[in-house]
């Protein structure tokens, strides 16, 4: 089955740096990766995705990029605020029943 | 309704008791997930139903026991929990692409936080 690894566990950045987090997969039938954030107590909520189609994909402040022939994809979240401070998990699927398979999770603390 | 809500937020049962965890739905999803999580750890999946049908059953113990009475609605049964089982239940919903038989995004509910004594 597919295997996600995700670095790193914890990442602690200064307000306005940017913060990078990278997940690995096995699977290379695996064309669906999502990004979700999780804050403590509250349910996760999907913040940015990419298909196997799309080398990168943007979203104001976050982006991710996927090499499919290295199999890995990454986070990038840019101008970091307060706000961000959250774990973020990666995830990865095949597209039939849209299991999703995540990495362990990366706890991320924005300093102000 | 853009949102997947779940009952109740939280549960302390014993390890003789029979409860019921709820989640619903009303974005015409035909999709239906369980998630069992543990602190600091991903959601880790238990069950998914693909129009009202059970199609995957990720090797959870008989104790837990799903049911879609209807697209909307998703049930999980339990009883005889073991303490260990003590979790976060998360539900989530997604909707088929467009065109194909794949999904697209998973929406989750908030969760229940089960304690098991």
């Not at chain 1, 973020?88 to 999770?105: E, H, I, M, P």
Request: net charge neutral; with cysteine.
């Amino acid at each position: 089955g597919e295997n996600v690894e995700q670095h790193p566990s914890t990442l602690s950045v200064q307000e306005g740096d940017s913060a990078v987090i990278k997940c690995t997969y096995s699977d290379s039938a695996s064309n669906y990766f999502p990004w979700y954030k999780q804050e403590l107590g509250k349910r996760p909520q999907l913040i940015i995705d990419i298909r196997s189609n799309v080398g990168e994909k943007k979203d104001q402040r976050i982006a991710v990029t996927l090499n499919k022939t290295a199999k890995h994809f990454s986070l990038h979240i840019t101008e970091t605020q307060p706000e961000d401070s959250a774990v973020y998990f990666c995830a990865a699927s095949r597209d039939s029943w849209g299991k999703l398979q995540f990495g362990a999770g990366t706890q991320v603390v924005v300093t102000p | 309704d853009t949102e997947v809500t779940q009952t109740p937020k939280h549960l302390v049962m014993g390890m003789t008791n029979k409860k019921s965890l709820k989640c619903e739905q009303h974005m015409g999803h035909r999709a239906m997930y369980w998630y069992k999580q543990k602190a600091k750890k991903p959601p880790e999946l238990m069950f998914v139903y693909s129009y009202e049908k059970l199609s995957i059953n990720e090797s959870v113990p008989s104790r837990f026991s799903p049911e879609c009475p209807n697209s909307s609605l998703l049930n999980l049964h339990l009883h005889a929990l073991q303490p260990e089982d003590s979790a976060l239940y998360l539900c989530a919903s997604s909707r088929p692409q467009t065109g194909s038989s794949s999904y697209n995004e998973q929406f989750f509910g908030p969760g229940t936080r089960l304690t098991v004594l």
